[in-house]
């Protein structure tokens, strides 16, 4: 059982440059979600997506573009990327809204740094 | 400031003693309150989650809620070295929410 899968793992970026940070979860979770934790910030919620088709901005979006084509994946861009966009970044998913019942299963995470 | 503030450490124990950790909050809307387990270089997993006021216990873990301080616990008993990670709290304004607001962490190491 792969849960949610990020990658790539670690990846070096020079400022203006784009990429996108690939999510996928074989759980059939309706609910996707992207985190970015910095020091001494804790995890902040940049997009999220409630299903295929649909998705909202969370804490700090700006920066970021997401889509949600498929229930399985969802994928994170980065458009032209600057050094404050270095940080580790988080995917999670989530049968339905956030309970006991429905928690929030993270992926291990993609350290991304902008030079 | 923060909505959520917890002290980020780093707390070191020795094997047996009991843990505590805290966090702080400022919405008083906040109903729902989680932890969360950060072992190094892999992603949260939730450990305690808990509604509105009062205790949970599930194991050598009691998760403690004071919503009239806005004031949130965690406290570890027994502690072991697999203990060892960073814990995060975390809480939203209701059930089944897609909005979760964390601290910043508390990096905890058990010393056998």
């Known amino acids: 059982n792969a849960g949610v899968t990020q990658t790539p793992k670690f990846q070096v970026l020079k400022t203006g440059q784009s990429m996108t940070l690939q999510c996928a979860q074989d759980?059939?979770?309706?609910?996707m979600s992207w985190y970015r934790q910095d020091p001494g910030m804790g995890l902040r919620l940049i997009h999220y997506s409630v299903g295929a088709g649909i998705t909202d901005q969370g804490e700090v979006p700006n920066g970021y573009n997401v889509s949600r084509s498929t229930t399985e994946d969802f994928p994170l861009r980065l458009l032209s990327a600057a050094p404050s966009q270095t940080s580790v970044y988080f995917c999670?998913?989530?049968?339905?809204?956030?309970?006991?019942?429905?928690?929030?299963?993270f992926g291990n995470g993609t350290r991304l740094t902008v030079t | 400031q923060k909505e959520v503030e917890q002290d980020p450490g780093p707390l070191s124990v020795p094997e047996g003693a009991i843990v505590s950790l805290n966090c702080t909050y400022s919405n008083s809307a906040f109903q729902y309150f989680m932890w969360y387990r950060q072992y190094s270089r892999k992603g949260p997993e939730l450990l305690m989650y808990?509604?509105?006021?009062g205790n949970k216990e599930d194991g050598r873990f009691t998760a403690q809620v004071d919503k009239s301080s806005k004031y949130i616990s965690l406290f570890i008993r027994d502690s072991q070295p697999s203990d060892s990670a960073t814990y995060l709290c975390a809480m939203t304004l209701i059930q089944g929410a897609q909005k979760l607001v964390f601290g910043q962490g508390t990096r905890l190491t058990i010393n056998p």
């Open positions: 808990t509604y509105s006021s």
């Open positions: 999670a998913s989530s049968y339905s809204g956030i309970n006991n019942n429905s928690p929030l299963h």
């Open positions: 759980m059939n979770h309706e609910y």
